[in-house]
Every structure is written in C-alpha cells, then in structure tokens.
C-alpha cells in the first residue's frame, strides 16, 4: 500500500523557517518525481515545487523561488522543503505528492502537514 | 504562467443527473490535462489524466475530454460519492498550476 506521511508543520513567525518531511512506503521512491502542493485554509490548491528523481533537478512556483528548497534523500525514502522567509500568505496545508510515472500528473497524496505563519 | 479557469464554480444538481464541468487553459496545454476530486477534510484524488484517461479505480461514469486550451470532465450519472469539488491541473511546462475549483453539490 503506498503512503505518504508529512510532517514539520506548525505555528512560526513571519520571517522565520520551518523544513517539511514526507516520508513515503509502498513503492520505489527512487523511481519517481515529487511534489509539494499547498492548500491555503478555505481556497484552491496551488503547486509549490517539484524534484526530480535523482534531485538533480528542480522547479518551483514563482511565489516561493528563492526562499523555499526542495530535496529528496532516497536512501530515507524522504521528501523535504525548506521554507525560509516565511509569510502570512505561506500558510497552508502542505501535501507531499507522488507523480504518476513520469509526468507531473499526482496519483497518491499525503494528508497534509499544516503549517501556520502568524505573530 | 498558464492560467486554468473552471467553470462553472458551483454545480447544483441531483443524484442520477449528469455533471459537465469545464476547464479553459489560456494557452495550449495540449492534451496535458489531469482532473482531482476532493472531498472536505481529503487530500485530492486524481480522477482522469492526460484528458481522457481515468486512474485506476475511477468507476467508467467519469470520462474526460478536450485538448489545446478547452477540456470537459463529465460525470454520466451523479453518485452520491462524487459530490466534491474538482479542479484541473496542467503539466504542460513549469510552473504547474491548478484550475480555482468546480464544487458539485446536491440539489
């Protein structure tokens, strides 16, 4: 059975930093690109950043480039972003994404890892 | 950035009656084109990829259709189950982006 587990959310200040896990089972994590998507409470969802299978390979939207990283670590099975700069319109649920096969398309979720930007 | 726009934003209808929801790319996104349904308190569950093809498990009423900037998602005969709310996705380039959403719900 695949499974995606997030974890890291919380509550942080403006401008503070929090880092984000996925831990993944039930397939080769090796095998596939990842994505963060996030959920802003009451509104749509909005694709945060992708890395490729290797994690040579990056992307992210243009609303957290140059503050947020994203990496994997396959020997762990583990998903990560690095959120730095925080903002208010940074909070959100956060789900891990597997992509199904090679395409950026998602065909398993996390359940989310809320993460709240407030003073 | 390709903007997805979906439409209509709410949907009232009655089980056994058929859903027809669309999505407007603003521009080509060729056939690159997945459909989530998500239910409250749910992560997202990919329903059809690359516009037509349904994921494994979506039961046959689900069929998607479309390409270049105009998809449909249609629901032949609405179940219980599938009041939610669904958007599109594109994979066309980076960024990815989302549709705002289309909420089906009871009449």
């Known amino acids: 059975e695949v499974q995606l587990v997030e974890s890291g959310g919380g509550l942080v200040q403006p401008g503070g930093s929090l880092r984000l896990s996925c831990v993944v089972s039930?397939?080769?994590?090796?095998?596939?690109?990842m994505s963060w998507v996030r959920q802003a409470p009451g509104k749509g969802l909005e694709w945060v950043s992708r890395?490729?299978?290797?994690?040579?390979?990056?992307n992210y939207a243009d609303s957290v480039e140059g503050r947020f990283t994203i990496s994997r670590d396959n020997s762990k099975n583990t998903l990560y972003l690095q959120m730095n700069s925080l903002r208010a319109e940074d909070t959100a649920l956060y789900y891990c994404?597997?992509?199904?096969?090679?395409?950026?398309?998602?065909?398993?979720w996390g359940q989310g890892t809320l993460v709240t930007v407030s003073s | 950035e390709i903007v997805l726009t979906q439409s209509p934003a709410t949907l009232s209808l009655s089980p056994g009656e058929r859903a027809t929801l669309s999505c407007r790319a603003s521009?080509?996104?060729?056939?690159?084109l997945a459909w989530y349904q998500q239910k409250p308190g749910q992560a997202p569950r990919l329903v059809i990829f690359?516009?037509?093809n349904r994921a494994t498990g979506i039961p046959v009423r689900f069929s998607g259709s479309g390409s270049g900037t105009d998809f449909t998602l249609t629901i032949s005969s609405l179940e219980p189950e599938d009041f939610a709310v669904y958007y599109c996705?594109?994979?066309?380039?980076?960024?990815?982006?989302f549709g705002g959403g289309t909420k089906v719900e009871i009449k």
């Open positions: 690359d516009a037509s």
């Open positions: 996705q594109h994979r066309s380039n980076w960024p990815l982006t």
């Open positions: 890395v490729s299978t290797s994690g040579g390979s990056t």
């Open positions: 521009q080509s996104v060729s056939s690159y």
């Open positions: 039930g397939f080769t994590f090796s095998s596939y690109g």
């Open positions: 994404a597997k992509q199904l096969a090679a395409a950026a398309t998602f065909d398993f």
